[in-house]
Structures are given as C-alpha cells and as structure tokens.
C-alpha cells in the first residue's frame, strides 16, 4: 500500500499550508474516532493526515464576551468535564455526554461529530439549538458560519478544500435561558440516535418565551433548523398549547429514511414527541436560571 | 520515507519504537513493545478490550495511532500490578470470579481504576455507566460491578 504521511503542525497557518500543499490527498486527524475506522476499512486512503491537536487555538476552551469559545479538537471529555461551560450549556453537554463511550469522549472531538457530516450526530443539534458559530480558517482566510450551514449531507460539508472548523461559539446567555437535547435509540447507551431534538429557550420576567431555537437531527439528511417549532414557543408561556404546536411544526419538518432501526412513520412520530419532552426541559432549566 | 521515531513513556519507563502512520497504538503496544496484556477486540472502538490510558486520559488504543502517542504517558495492564502485589482492583476480580475468559478484562481493569481515580466512592449506576465501553460476553457483568465497588470500597479504607 502507498505511504501516509503525518505531520502535526502547531500553528494554523501551517496546518493550512499543509492541506493547501496535498492537492486534496490529506485528511485532517483530529480525534480519530471516525478517520480511522474509515482508513482501517478502506474507506479513505489519504496521502497525509494533519494532526491538528497541537495547535492551541484548536484545543483549548475559553470564556470569551461572555460566552464560551471551545476548540474544534477538544476532545468531547474535555468538554463535559469543564464545569463552568456544563452550568451554561446543559444541553450542549448532554448531547456531548451521548457521544460513545468515555473510551470514545477521550478521542473524539466536537468539531468532528460536525466535520463527519453524520445526519445522526448528537452534538450537532444541540449546537444549532444553541445558535452556535463556527471559527473556519482555510486558504481564502478566516470566516464564520452558523453550525447548521455546515453540513450538507451523510458525510459531506460546505467546507470548501482546504477548510478547517478551528473553534466554535457558543453566544451569550440572557438571564432565565435553557437548553436540552434528547434522542431516541433503542438501547439506553452506546448507540446511534434515530432521532435528535435539541431546544433552546429564553423567559421574559413573567414567563413568556422571548427566543427559541428548536433543531432536529437523523430526521434528514442533515441536522435541520426548525424556525416554524421555535415560532409555536415565542410568545407563548411554553404551556401545553405551545407545546402541541411544537411538536407538530417539528414532526412536520422531518423528511426520514426508513431503515432498520425505525420506519419513517415513528421517527415523523418521535420528532414531534422529543421535541416537546426537549422543550419541557429546557423551559425548567431557564425558570431555574431566573 | 522512513518510519516515524516515536519517544514515550509506557507504565512510567522511558520507551522508543519505530512506527508506520497507519500503525495503530495497540498495534504498536502488542507488535514492536511485546506488551501483549492489551488485547485487540473489535479494532473499531466499540468493545474496549484495547483500553489504556493516555496521559492518564482513557482511550481505545485501536484508536489512536502510534505516532500520536510522541511525547505521551501510556498506561497499561502491565503497570497495574507493583512487582508480586497485585492492584486491589486485580485482587477483587480474582475474588468476585469477575472473569472467565479474560479477554475483556486488562481494558476493564484499566477502564476501573480510571474510574476510581476520579471518583473514590462510585454508585453502582456510575460504574455501570463508565464501564459502558466494555464489553464482556462471559460473566453478564454483575461480577464485575459487584468487583469494581468491593474494590473502591477497600481503597477508601472500608
């Protein structure tokens, strides 16, 4: 077989030079936890892997006006283990908490479970619910993009060649805000979402929701931003009527496949069910935060 | 291109091997170091029987390539036991008939004592839910549990 290079750059003007350099025969290693399942298969035979863990801004997480920036390549137990970003994101970190096993969470990184492009990804719609920026660098220069204009498909991204994720954003949080992320899978742990939902919710002083993300995941080809769930909360006192009113603009978004693990019919059932269940959590989590 | 030259420290020695990008670390562990305690299971991350520890951070080793591990400190099933003495978590297994065919059990034990290293007094749920990325296909796990928490209990000095 043909040699693969590695290189473990410490700056990003490297690692982007590096990639630019390949001709498209490189693959960004960050956590590994998906490339070298796919190498080991036969699935990608890359010429080079860029490890990307060695450069800082990629790694480390920080409180930045007054919201929180992680590195793409923390890895996901990092993440859950940081207790101050836990208190603000609950939702975020449950979502993280559901990536495999602490084995897995001890390699795998966030800005991978986005980069990987699953439709099932966990973390991916509690990012989009929490209204989540990424920090994108490549051989055009730096850019932003909202976590829900990144994937675009099962394994495939509006990154363009040469792009990396560096970092994401996760905005400030106005007094009496929540967050949840709940999916459906047929065992308890160690197992692939057939359907994701993850809400985002903020209170005014006397209870009325102020703004609201709402987002889907394995209902489509990609994780899906619901605005028409989020408008049934806005306005409202979250109360059951709202939450009809989500659960129906959210299994009305779904466009599933059907496989082994649910037909479409259950997962249009279970958006719409999640949805609701996510909500009732977060609107508990943002009265706790009054 | 020649192989990579990769400087570690494996159970606290100092350790040096040559090693191929796509050469996985439990590749290089079992194949150039002859540390054979770590055992291979599945090779894609999903069984845990390759666990070790990575700058004290658990992780499947069938997941991480050699090279990765430049600079690092690996821990390994080796480096459980102090000479003769078994680690308590090794004897409590023994105890509790916690194993049958032995496969799954250095990635559990070093799964455990990562565990028990940041949580002292471990509920049975958070045993059940740490060890979640192990699997056993002997002893239906109860033995093990019951082995983990007898463990901790005895290095809390109960």
């Avoid at chain 1, 490297?14 to 936890?33: D, E, H, P």
């Avoid at chain 1, 699935?43 to 480390?60: A, F, Q, S, Y």
């Avoid at chain 1, 800005?111 to 990012?127: K, R, T």
Wanted: aromatic content about 4%; some cysteine.
């Amino acid at each position: 077989m043909s040699e693969i290079l590695y290189e473990a750059p410490k700056t990003l003007e490297a690692a982007v030079a590096l990639l630019a350099g390949a001709g498209g025969q490189a693959r960004v290693l960050a956590g590994g936890t998906d490339l070298l399942i796919q190498m080991r298969a036969g699935r990608v035979v890359p010429g080079l892997l860029v490890d990307i863990k060695g450069i800082v801004e990629m790694t480390t997480i920080v409180a930045e006006n007054g919201g929180f920036r992680f590195g793409a390549a923390a890895s996901c137990m990092e993440l859950v283990e940081h207790q101050a970003f836990a208190r603000e994101w609950p939702g975020v970190t449950d979502a993280v908490k559901l990536i495999g096993s602490v084995q897995v969470k001890g390699r795998a990184t966030v800005g991978g479970n986005l980069c990987n492009a699953s439709p099932a990804a966990d973390s991916v719609p509690a990012l989009i619910a929490a209204g989540a920026v990424a920090r994108i660098v490549g051989p055009g220069g730096t850019r932003e993009a909202r976590v829900e204009d990144i994937p675009a498909g099962p394994g495939r991204t509006t990154l363009a060649d040469g792009e990396i994720v560096v970092s994401l954003f996760l905005p400030p949080r106005p007094a009496r805000s929540g967050d949840a992320y709940l999916r459906f899978t047929p065992r308890t742990e160690m197992d692939i979402a057939v359907v994701g939902a993850g809400v985002n919710l903020t209170l005014d002083e006397t209870g009325v929701c102020t703004h609201a993300r709402v987002s889907l995941g394995a209902v489509a080809e990609r994780a899906l931003l619901v605005p028409e769930a989020a408008a049934a909360l806005i306005g409202s006192k979250v109360d059951e009527g709202a939450l009809g009113r989500l659960a129906a603009a959210a299994s009305a978004a779904c466009r599933p496949i059907a496989d082994k693990r649910g037909t479409r019919e259950f997962r249009v059932e279970v958006a719409g069910v999640l949805a609701r269940r996510a909500a009732g959590i977060a609107l508990d989590r943002a009265r706790r935060k009054g | 291109m020649a192989k990579h030259h990769v400087s570690a420290t494996l159970n606290g020695n100092d350790v040096e091997f040559l090693c191929e990008t796509q050469q996985t670390l439990l590749e290089v562990l079992r194949d150039e170091l002859h540390h054979t305690g770590t055992k291979e299971g599945c090779g894609t991350g999903d069984c845990g029987a390759c666990s070790v520890t990575l700058d004290g951070r658990l992780v499947c080793s069938c997941l991480v390539l050699g090279v990765e591990a430049r600079g690092k400190s690996i821990q390994t099933i080796e480096g459980m036991a102090e000479g003769t003495s078994l680690h308590p978590l090794q004897r409590k297994f023994l105890e509790h008939a916690a194993l049958q065919c032995g496969v799954c059990t250095p990635g559990i034990l070093i799964a455990a004592r990562s565990l028990l290293e940041r949580n002292p007094d471990p509920s049975e749920e958070e045993v059940r839910f740490w060890l979640a990325g192990n699997l056993c296909r002997c002893t239906g796990y109860n033995k093990i549990i019951e082995a983990v928490l007898d463990a901790a209990r005895e290095m809390r000095g109960g």
